[in-house]
């Protein structure tokens, strides 16, 4: 892999996880300003920020997961991993029970909040696509 000027990896052609959390933070932070622009509501803004979060880490932690498990040769299943996949689950769950118990939550907001995980992907597809030609 190549460096960059700046001494950072050159990320390339190749998917790029970096990439995806750096184009969800983006689409967070424009979805909460829009939240508080357009429909002035601090909750909603908050919200969507808070499952905008909560999928990146989700999305983090299952990548070194993966790395750890899903590997050539010997895979690394280690008391780690176990705890990171429990630690997802209640993260999820939290956010959950808090959409059940706190009635300032805006439901749509933490749904867009976890789109833009998606959303993120779906952008990184489609250059991908389109740098490789596919």
């Known amino acids: 892999m190549e460096t960059m000027p700046n001494g950072k990896p050159d990320e390339g052609d190749a998917f790029s996880p970096r990439r995806v959390v750096r184009n969800t933070a983006v689409l967070v932070t424009v979805g909460a300003v829009g939240e508080l622009l357009l429909a002035r509501s601090p909750a909603g803004a908050l919200s969507l920020t808070a499952a905008g979060v909560v999928a990146m880490i989700n999305f983090r932690w299952l990548e070194v997961i993966l790395h750890q498990v899903v590997q050539p040769g010997h895979p690394r299943f280690d008391g780690w991993s176990v705890l990171r996949i429990l630690g997802r689950l209640a993260l999820l769950a939290g956010i959950f029970a808090a959409l059940l118990w706190v ?3 805006d439901a749509v ?26």
């Open 103 to 105: 009635p300032r939550i």
């Open 109 to 134: 907001a933490v749904a867009l909040g976890f789109s833009t995980l998606v959303v993120a992907l779906v952008i990184e597809g489609l250059r991908r696509a389109r740098v490789e030609g596919g």
